[in-house]
Structures are given as C-alpha cells and as structure tokens.
C-alpha cells in the first residue's frame, strides 16, 4: 500500500443545509453533540481552541476555508496537522453532509485512519439526533468510558 490512507464518513441530516452548516460553525450548537467547549466561531483563517473536557483533552485548529452552506476545511492538531474536510449538500429539504480526514502520519497511519473515520460517523450520527430531535446523544463521551474524568463518569 503506497496511498496514504484517508477517513471519511457521511450521514443525511434531516434538516435544510444552512441549519447544519451553522451546526458546525458555532460552538454553542456544537458543544451539544461534539466537543464541550469551543473557544469561538469558524471564520476563514482563524483559529479556534476545541476541548473535550469529559478526556480532559484538547486541540488548536486553523480554518483554512470556509464557503457557507458548502465546505470547511481545517486544519487539525497544529503540532501534527491532518486536513479535515466537511462538504455540506442540499438534497431537497435535507442535507447530505460528508467528513474527510487526511494527512496521518503517526507509528500506524492505517489504524489512525480508521480511528478517525469512526469517530467522525459518531459526530455526524450525534449532529443527527440533535438537530433532528433536539436529543444531546452523549456519543462522544461514551465512546471510551474508561478515560472519563472523574466528574463525568456519573453525568
């Protein structure tokens, strides 16, 4: 294998393309599926601390483009970036909306790739249900139960 492996994943998002565009964009609408802090919006070359403080984790990301409705891309982790790319598509009423992670270069790029491609499917899954239903899913969180910190293991 000499391509470099990739992450991608994708879900319909029953809701019109600028709600979920806005999704992403805003941390406050964020936060309800995803990360749980972001320190600002997305704007074309800023860039914005998101933290995951149930891991205690976090990490700096530089946008790099963002057409509204349509795609942004950023750039991931800045000690070690990857590319992040999230392209939105109106289908009808819905949304079609795509991730796409590229650039790993750690000890097992293949297992980095999959890793990524998981979590991605359970952000977009968790954008889903919240946008939809208005149900804040907890994906993210229990996906490794065993890393918590202590105040987040009886939320």
């Given at each position: ?10 879900m319909l ?12 964009v ?15 919006r ?11 403080e149930?891991?205690g ?6 946008v ?14 800045l ?16 949304t079609?909306?795509t ?19 998981g ?11 919240w946008?939809?239903h ?6 993210v ?7 918590l910190?202590?105040?987040?293991t009886?939320?």
């Amino acid at each position: 294998m000499n391509d470099a492996p990739v992450a991608s994943a994708g879900m319909l998002i029953r809701k019109p393309v600028d709600e979920v565009f806005e999704a992403f964009v805003d941390p406050t609408i964020t936060t309800r599926f995803w990360f749980s802090r972001g320190s600002g919006r997305l704007a074309p070359g800023a860039v914005v601390r998101w933290d995951w403080e149930m891991y205690g984790a976090g990490s700096d990301v530089r946008v790099k483009a963002l057409e509204p409705d349509r795609r942004i891309l950023i750039d991931w982790d800045l000690d070690a970036p990857t590319e992040v790319e999230w392209r939105f598509e109106a289908r009808g009423k819905h949304t079609w909306v795509t991730v796409t992670n590229r650039g790993f270069h750690g000890e097992d790029p293949v297992a980095e790739a999959l890793d990524s491609a998981g979590g991605f499917a359970l952000v977009l899954a968790g954008a889903k249900i919240w946008l939809e239903h208005g149900i804040a899913p907890g994906f993210v969180e229990d996906r490794h139960p065993d890393h918590l910190k202590a105040e987040w293991t009886d939320r």
